[in-house]
């Protein structure tokens, strides 16, 4: 711990003076090691060298500032000599030129990075070239995949060409978890992100504390926040495409968590939700007993856990999911009323307030594909927006406890208080 310690005061030593210049002597002097045993120790503490660190952090402080212009300047001020440098230095780092990383990807401030807090996976493109050799594409196109709400680095992910993504963990179960439950799917005939045998034969590889797969990337396209807003509609093709998934994950004889969520929010999520955001005490015992009496009635099964729009491709007339990582065993509305608070929370925006009131209709056009294949109980029509509310106390919880997103925590603050504010009108939209 003291050694991890030590290369975090390093790290946010790096961070503080992006634009100073400094060697890895003065860095190795700062931690009280000798140049080569502080570079052993960077890397195993970090995942990668100390100058393959210190260009990565400079390229996304440089391409953040660079939103307002002035590239040269930017890029010179971040240690490199012209702006064809840094531009040849992003592209093979991310796989993005940094104008196409701009205009593509919404870039907030990059957060520090905090090894001590936080876990953190960190690889540099060498290695991700000698894990690719496995399935014979360490010549292929490689690109970072970014999370488009924040514009934060997915550590976990890389497109690889336009066909595959390479997924990365340290937990070996939640890989497989993934890998078995899109084979599993894709017998059931929907398009899931499979993954591909490697030259032994194998869909999991270990490097290391790594585990690594190569998915197929699936065709087509995520519908976006503003078509749907746009198109209530197209939140009924989201629900249909739930429903569809569960009727399979329905079928399927897998273990999984269980995940207790009347328990976990009544006893943790909603009173420390409670800390930070105004809850009515009625609306609280109304949830404790409401909620409560619905429960044990919710049907239960295996579930996606994270299907935000982002995670379901569409492709014509198909939809297929991604990312299995997360999914358990839960009330199936959970995974529904977790793809409309997602699609909230990206129209989220103080100044576009008359967005937040489409919401309601485009909640109801999704439950209503989702009932249309699922066909819901009347006790579960009655919880939706006991489910709703659940997942926002859970999210409001969590991000507070974290730290680590002021921004998507202010948003789902925000995003809890007028959910609780138009409560009485959600009842009575199904």
């Not at 702006?83 to 796989?95: M, P």
């Not at 514009?151 to 890998?179: C, D, I, M, T, W």
């Not at 398009?191 to 504390?209: C, V, Y």
């Not at 948003?411 to 138009?422: D, F, G, R, Y």
Request: glycine content about 4%; proline content about 4%; overall charge negative.
């Amino acid at each position: 711990m003291q050694k991890a310690m030590l290369i975090q005061s390093c790290l946010d030593y790096i961070e503080e003076n992006l634009k100073a210049d400094f060697s890895l002597s003065e860095l190795a002097e700062r931690c009280g090691y000798s140049l080569m045993h502080f570079y052993k120790l960077f890397s195993c503490e970090v995942g990668m060298p100390p100058a393959a660190y210190i260009k990565r952090r400079r390229l996304l402080a440089a391409v953040y500032e660079m939103r307002s212009g002035k590239k040269t300047e930017i890029a010179m001020s971040y240690g490199f000599e012209t702006y064809a440098g840094f531009f040849r230095a992003f592209l093979r780092e991310f796989g993005y030129t940094p104008s196409s990383f701009i205009k593509n990807i919404y870039t907030e401030k990059p957060l520090p990075i905090n090894i001590i807090k936080e876990e953190h996976i960190m690889i540099t493109r060498k290695k991700i070239s000698e894990l690719l050799s496995h399935w014979e594409l360490d010549k292929e196109t490689v690109r970072s995949v970014f999370y488009e709400s924040t514009g934060e680095q997915n550590e976990n992910a890389f497109y690889v060409s336009e066909e595959y993504v390479l997924k990365l963990s340290r937990n070996k179960g939640s890989l497989k978890k993934h890998n078995d439950l899109a084979e599993a799917l894709a017998a059931e005939g929907l398009l899931s992100a499979e993954a591909i045998p490697a030259d032994n034969g194998e869909t999991l590889l270990q490097d290391g504390e790594l585990y690594y797969s190569l998915q197929k990337r699936l065709p087509g396209k995520q519908l976006t926040a503003k078509e749907i807003c746009s198109e209530p509609e197209n939140a009924f093709h989201i629900g249909k495409a739930i429903g569809k998934l569960h009727l399979a994950l329905k079928k399927l004889h897998f273990e999984a968590e269980d995940f207790p969520l009347f328990e976990r929010v009544s006893a943790w999520a909603m009173p420390n939700s409670s800390k930070i955001i105004s809850i009515p005490k009625d609306l609280q015992e109304e949830y404790l007993s409401g909620f409560g009496s619905l429960y044990p009635m919710l049907s239960r099964q295996l579930i996606h856990r994270d299907p935000n729009p982002g995670n379901i491709i569409f492709s014509g007339n198909e939809a297929g999911f991604i990312d299995f990582e997360l999914s358990e065993r839960n009330i199936r509305l959970f995974d529904p009323c977790y793809a409309a608070t997602s699609i909230l929370s990206e129209l989220w925006n103080k100044t576009e307030a008359e967005k937040h009131e489409t919401w309601p209709d485009i909640f109801a056009h999704l439950i209503q594909g989702y009932d249309s294949i699922m066909h819901l109980t009347a006790e579960e029509k009655v919880a939706l927006p006991y489910v709703v509310l659940s997942i926002q106390f859970i999210c409001v919880a969590w991000f507070h406890e974290i730290g680590r997103y002021p921004q998507i925590f202010e948003a789902n603050k925000q995003m809890t208080e007028w959910l609780i504010a138009h409560f009485e009108e959600l009842k009575k939209l199904f």
